[in-house]
Nanobody
Framework: QVQLVESGGGLVQAGGSLRLSCAASGRTFSSYAMGWFRQAPGKERDFVAAISWSGGNTYYTDSVKGRFTISRDNAKNTVYLQMNSLKPEDTAVYYC????????????????WGQGTQVTISS
């Protein structure tokens, strides 16, 4: 069993930055791929970024490439999402997820989810 707790959300102006963190419990964190997803009001949950268990491979949705960076520290059981050049359309609740997904972009392939953290970007 893995428990995930996100933090770092908040309200920032367009063009600003935020760093989200997702702290995981459990001794098997380093064996899981980690993903970040987001859900805006009235919309479906969308893939944002993912990272392999080793950190050697990362994946991004096109709209955040060059602006967001996913990373992990297996010694601290934590995954991060550095978000720069934020835009109003980045406003959403951001969730981290853990699992061994065949397709890291597919939310249903993850086994564990955090409760989410709100990110609001003002124009």
């Amino acid at each position: 069993q893995v428990q995930l707790v996100e933090s770092g959300g908040g309200l920032v102006q367009a063009g600003g930055s935020l760093r989200l963190s997702c702290a995981a419990s459990g001794r098997t964190f380093s064996s899981y791929a980690m993903g970040w997803f987001r859900q805006a009001p009235g919309k479906e949950r969308d893939f944002v970024a993912a990272i392999s268990w080793s950190g050697g491979n990362t994946y991004y949705t096109d709209s955040v490439k060059g602006r967001f960076t996913i990373s992990r520290d297996n010694a601290k059981n934590t995954v991060y999402l550095q978000m720069n050049s934020l835009k109003p359309e980045d406003t959403a609740v951001y969730y981290c997820a853990a699992g061994r997904p065949g397709d890291k972009r597919k939310g249903y392939e993850y086994d564990y989810w955090g409760q989410g953290t709100q990110v609001t970007i003002s124009s």
